[in-house]
């Protein structure tokens, strides 16, 4: 690697910044051109501005292989390649290993607190080494957040717990499993996201609490993960009035630089989240946000909406003397720490007489895609988290049920095709389709309409959803379907937390977390079969699907009888 001396004032500022692209390899496949950097426009960022890495979303674990490679080779310096793969790298790449939401593993720890940080810190480091072996050479995971807020619509699943102990010991275990295999870790999202209920993605959320309550929940799982050496830290994009009056997390040096780098002791990478998402941009617009960003003492710019634009604006606040350039220098070395970390990975072999010696090591190294040892760890979390009560009645050929599903969205529903086993296994107990969703396929429920009627609800936290809560449409749904007498069976695929609203409100079993409501459910749906799993995945709707009694208890696909080509 080049010393950070030998670089322009622009070209240090440019090393601060990662831009997103689609892991696709081909223009044609992008998904979201307002945010991802085609092929021409990623060539001017890496090779012309020259910054410093890229985040990737989408494709095949294949394709990011064969991507990484090519980002490399057109930067002058080794660039950090990330990815948001909390959930494994299946996540977000096609191919590999796919695990529940972290919230699982809390379930667990529940009754087994030793067994879940075994499976954290396994899932940690199955993580890191398949993104070590397509090039993603930084995990940003894992979220530290206590999301103790049942309403929270963005954090939710995606944490570890709803305690800063469980949290705190679960997130060390991922930090220790991922580091084991090199790669960087992220713990996000400082000083914590978790007790909100507003999409940062969309607004800018307040976290009301004083400092002794930031200092007995919040903060505490970042102290442990620091202690335990996590790499970077995202910041969150909300606001603390407690900490600062003024400016949001992402963007106030009383949080970032006082608290984060001074009272807490962490020394490596800030990185802030999205700088595209509302809550900042709609208040302070791109260039505005980068500078103030860096002032606040962020070593790195994530996703800015004009990376060029955002490096020019930090130039010259530089050159105006509103930022010194101390402060530039002291977030590049930072960073050249954090590449040298994982370079090894990226150098060239020193020069010698074997010409074999300089054939370049393939793009991917499929080995720890086929190990079945993974799968296994993601069906261990998968089934010693999920909840089964009652078997589901098998449907009638000759008057065959309904196999009612709800989604948010059909067409952009990864997880649902033709042979899904939420589809194929009622299907085999004589349950025939029914597909409901909150947009172009919404229906109401009509009374005179009604089967047996088994319903799949597939709902979670997500960005951009807005709200995790039960939809108006869900409950219309149930309460036509139990008022008919047809509910055979009840199965969430999600939110935990509405499974213990669904079964407080309509089954008549109380929860921890949910009030009972003021008209009493009917007792007698008490009985009711009803399942739950934190996953949505194809395995996770095979594994609850057939301990509730549905289709084939094998791990083969069900018999289809749809013609099987084209």
């Known amino acids: 690697m080049p010393s950070p001396d030998a670089l322009s004032l622009a070209e240090q500022v440019a090393q601060m910044v990662v831009v997103r692209t689609s892991g696709h390899l081909f223009d044609h496949e992008i998904r979201y051109p307002a945010w991802e950097a085609d092929r021409d426009t990623l060539h001017h960022y890496l090779a012309d501005l020259g910054?410093?890495?890229?985040?990737?979303?989408?494709?095949?674990?294949?394709?990011?292989?064969?991507?990484?490679?090519?980002?490399?080779?057109?930067?002058?310096?080794?660039?950090?390649?990330?990815?948001?793969?909390?959930?494994?790298?299946?996540?977000?790449?096609?191919?590999?290993?796919?695990?529940?939401?972290?919230?699982?593993?809390?379930?667990?720890?529940?009754?087994?607190?030793?067994?879940?940080?075994?499976?954290?810190?396994?899932?940690?480091?199955?993580?890191?080494?398949?993104?070590?072996?397509?090039?993603?050479?930084?995990?940003?995971?894992?979220?530290?957040?206590?999301?103790?807020?049942?309403?929270?619509?963005?954090?939710?699943?995606?944490?570890?717990?709803?305690?800063?102990?469980?949290?705190?010991?679960?997130?060390?275990?991922?930090?220790?499993?991922?580091?084991?295999?090199?790669?960087?870790?992220?713990?996000?999202?400082?000083?914590?996201?978790?007790?909100?209920?507003?999409?940062?993605?969309?607004?800018?959320p307040t976290l009301p609490h004083n400092w002794e309550r930031l200092q007995r929940v919040e903060l505490p799982p970042f102290q442990a993960l620091i202690a335990a050496g996590v790499d970077t830290v995202m910041t969150a994009h909300l606001t603390i009035p407690a900490l600062d009056r003024q400016y949001p997390a992402t963007l106030s040096d009383r949080t970032l630089t006082r608290l984060l780098r001074e009272k807490?002791?962490?020394?490596?990478?800030?990185?802030?989240?999205?700088?595209?998402?509302?809550?900042?941009?709609?208040?302070?617009?791109?260039?505005?946000?980068?500078?103030?960003?860096?002032?606040?003492?962020?070593?790195?710019?994530?996703?800015?909406?004009?990376?060029?634009?955002?490096?020019?604006?930090?130039?010259?606040?530089?050159?105006?003397?509103?930022?010194?350039?101390?402060?530039?220098?002291?977030?590049?070395?930072?960073?050249?720490?954090?590449?040298?970390?994982?370079?090894?990975?990226?150098?060239?072999?020193?020069?010698?007489?074997?010409?074999?010696?300089?054939?370049?090591?393939p793009p991917i190294h499929l080995d720890p895609f086929l190990r079945p040892e993974s799968q296994r760890l993601a069906t261990n979390i998968l089934t010693a988290s999920m909840t089964v009560v009652g078997q589901v009645p098998p449907g009638d050929a000759q008057h065959p049920g309904d196999n009612l599903i709800l989604v948010d969205s059909v067409v952009d529903c990864p997880f649902l095709n033709r042979t899904a086993p939420?589809?194929?296994?009622?299907?085999?107990?004589?349950?025939?389709?029914?597909?409901?969703?909150?947009?172009?396929?919404?229906?109401?429920?009509?009374?005179?309409?009604?089967?047996?009627?088994?319903?799949?609800?597939?709902?979670?936290?997500n960005p951009f959803r807005g709200s995790a809560a039960v939809s108006p449409l869900v409950?219309?749904?149930?309460?036509?379907?139990?008022?008919?007498?047809?509910?055979?069976g009840l199965v969430i695929y999600g939110s935990p937390y509405a499974l213990d609203y669904l079964k407080t409100q309509y089954l008549g079993v109380p929860t921890r977390t949910v009030t009972a409501s003021a008209e009493a459910p009917d007792p007698s749906h008490q009985d009711l079969p009803y399942g739950f799993s934190y996953?949505?995945?194809?395995?996770?709707?095979?594994?609850?699907?057939?301990?509730?009694?549905?289709?084939?208890?094998?791990?083969?696909?069900?018999t289809q009888t749809v013609a099987f080509t084209d």
């Open 475 to 488: 409950q219309a749904w149930i309460e036509a379907i139990l008022n008919a007498q047809c509910l055979q």
């Open 51 to 204: 910054v410093g890495g890229v985040i990737l979303l989408g494709g095949s674990a294949a394709e990011v292989g064969l991507k990484t490679e090519e980002l490399q080779t057109l930067a002058q310096v080794p660039l950090l390649i990330a990815a948001d793969i909390e959930e494994g790298v299946g996540q977000r790449f096609s191919g590999a290993t796919w695990f529940p939401p972290p919230m699982a593993l809390a379930e667990i720890a529940k009754r087994d607190l030793p067994q879940a940080e075994a499976y954290a810190e396994a899932m940690g480091a199955v993580t890191a080494e398949e993104a070590l072996a397509i090039g993603l050479n930084w995990v940003l995971a894992p979220v530290a957040d206590v999301n103790n807020n049942p309403e929270n619509p963005v954090i939710n699943v995606r944490a570890f717990g709803d305690t800063p102990e469980i949290v705190a010991a679960l997130t060390t275990a991922f930090v220790c499993g991922a580091q084991r295999q090199g790669a960087l870790t992220t713990a996000k999202h400082f000083p914590g996201h978790g007790d909100t209920a507003v999409d940062s993605h969309l607004e800018l």
């Open 264 to 361: 807490m002791g962490f020394t490596g990478l800030i990185v802030t989240d999205a700088l595209i998402m509302g809550a900042i941009t709609r208040t302070y617009g791109p260039y505005e946000a980068a500078v103030l960003a860096v002032e606040a003492g962020a070593d790195v710019l994530l996703m800015p909406t004009d990376p060029e634009g955002c490096i020019k604006a930090v130039v010259e606040a530089v050159t105006t003397g509103r930022i010194p350039p101390e402060r530039i220098a002291d977030s590049v070395e930072r960073l050249w720490r954090a590449k040298q970390r994982v370079a090894s990975r990226l150098s060239v072999p020193p020069e010698s007489c074997h010409a074999w010696e300089h054939i370049p090591p």
């Open 422 to 461: 939420a589809i194929a296994l009622p299907a085999q107990s004589h349950y025939q389709l029914q597909l409901v969703d909150h947009q172009g396929c919404q229906r109401w429920p009509q009374a005179d309409t009604l089967r047996p009627t088994l319903m799949q609800i597939f709902l979670r936290g």
């Open 535 to 558: 996953g949505q995945m194809a395995a996770a709707q095979h594994h609850l699907l057939t301990a509730l009694g549905l289709g084939t208890t094998t791990t083969e696909r069900p």
